[in-house]
């Protein structure tokens, strides 16, 4: 392939026109997609230059360039918005403290708005806020709860999308303790509330265990550390359960687990995540994310593909090299972010496009044999992502916090960043890369996504058409009849070994999401994003299974979506033009958190 020349779908040239490409003061715009791989090679590449100031960057620049421009992997898209481009805040998320005070609250706030100006998303945890009707002890007052301010963030977030080439994104998380549970739980039943949030409750290994065992459970006051009230613990879990059948919210994050994986306990607790709750961060901490397109990691053998692992392990090397420069040349809106994001240099190389690699190895998505690939690929990436920062610490130094960290012990690793993968949705990298969503099922054989202005991309699954070309059953009247329907399940006309092979998200048994997500989970620093995919006809019985076997699998959170259950939605159903060949208007919707 020609330096010039990248080749990209219709609808990936659609979105980088939209959000992605340098624009004049007339919103003009005045880039090429290679000039921009060009620009965020040679601006990441600058990186270099804190370890050697004569290092050979250009050189380096021709690695990154070639890495992006090949679609085999992608930063996460403010490093290939800012990078560049005067902004220069490349990380995507950012975790902000909320204490008990207004100075605190009103300074955070002014923090996010700054961040969310740049392109960032803002995750925060309003547990430590005294509960609605509290007295306030300094002016003799009644507190108004987590969930008044929590609207304040919500429409300052609503102001500042408008200029930012990004929609803004917050996370709001509360533990499962704090008096105030049942109002945050149910907030959402008002569909015009927070609608610039998505909700978690941070639950508790104690919280489970009561549910488990049908036992009380104490609300404690975050101030005073009082009992407040008593409940029984699977009230509140029942509550959660019918919030999210209703409306994909909240999810949970199990708090307990991921502060056993915190890699610098010394530095405090971690109470919060990035807005798709797969990054774990401490307070200021930002997520610097990108991810591998494994369906590019494949080659041609007799009879079909098989994974590429030399060209997997070269492509990790170098895509950790280019995320711990992004760390380095990222410019930070605060001086905390600054201080602790080099002290942990914490990194999330992920992967996408696994549903796609699947249909190409043939492994139905809903089989044992997917689970086994995905902790094959998954430790691949980690053992060799891994050795790459080891590899780069021998040179450049490990991350300045780790002393004290959990590697700092006789025959722990010294890496140059405290963490190293994350599995993130890959939103709209994905679309670019042409390639399945992160390590989500297919949606549907043929939808629409709607993007930042509203406008909707039709999108027709390239290894089907290409499939059913091949075997001879393609057909106009056939593709009518998959758009109205998204699958190919029980149609006469479609083989049943590719019927097998191309399950949809609402194909599979929930249990199946959960699993996968369980999978790439063990082999994984941070979290893993992944949505369990549920019909319209799920019962809260199924949401509960699900929230419960995340729990019992080891995943670090787990959100659900019960299709139909939100009026707005990223992706839906599409018809299928046949006359002009191009999608129609949507259909059937699905609601997704906000991704990369």
Known sequence: MSENTVRLSQNALIVLRQRYLLKDAHRHVVETPEQMF??????????????????????????FYHLLSRLEFLPNSPTLMNAGAGVGQLMACFVLPVEDNLHSIFGTLRDAAVIQQGGGGTGFSFSHLRPDGDVVMSTKGIASGPISFM???DATTEIMKRGSTR?????????????????????????????NFNLSVAV?????????????????HPITGEMTRRVRAREIWNLIVEMAWESGEPGVIFIDRINR?????????????????????????????GSIDLSRMLTQSAGGYIIDYPKLECTIQTAVHFLDNVVQVNSYPLPATEKICLGNRKIGLGVMGFADMLIRLGIPYNSQVALDTAEEVMAFVDRRATAASTALAESRGTFPNFAGSIYDRPGGPRLRNATVTTVAPTGTISLIANCSSGIEPIFALTYVRRILEGEE?????????????????????????????????????????????FVTALDIDPAWHVQIQSAFQKYTDNGVSKTANLPENATLDDVRQIYTLAYQLGCKGVTVYRSGSRPAQVLSLSGYCVECGEDALPGTERGLGAGG
């Open 457 to 501: 991309l039709p999108s027709v699954h390239p290894i089907f058409k290409e499939v059913a070309k091949q075997r001879g059953f393609y057909n106009d009247e056939l593709m009518n009849v998959i758009a109205r329907r998204g699958s190919v399940q029980g149609l006469p006309q479609v083989p049943a070994d590719v019927q097998r092979l």
């Open 151 to 153: 609207t304040i963030y």
């Open 38 to 63: 060009w620009r965020v090679a040679r601006t990441v590449a600058r990186g270099d230059l804190a370890l050697d100031p004569q290092a050979d960057l250009e050189s380096t620049a021709r690695e």
């Open 167 to 195: 929609r803004g994104a917050n996370m709001g998380i509360l533990r499962v303790d704090h008096p105030d549970i049942f109002q945050f739980i149910m907030v959402k039943r008002d569909r015009t509330k927070l609608t």
């Open 204 to 220: 508790t290994d104690a919280f489970m265990q009561s549910v488990e065992r049908d036992e009380p459970f104490d609300l404690i």
């Open 261 to 289: 994986d915190n890699p610098t306990p010394q530095l405090g607790t971690i109470e919060a995540t990035n807005p798709c709750s797969e990054q774990p961060l401490l307070p200021y901490e930002a997520c610097c994310l």
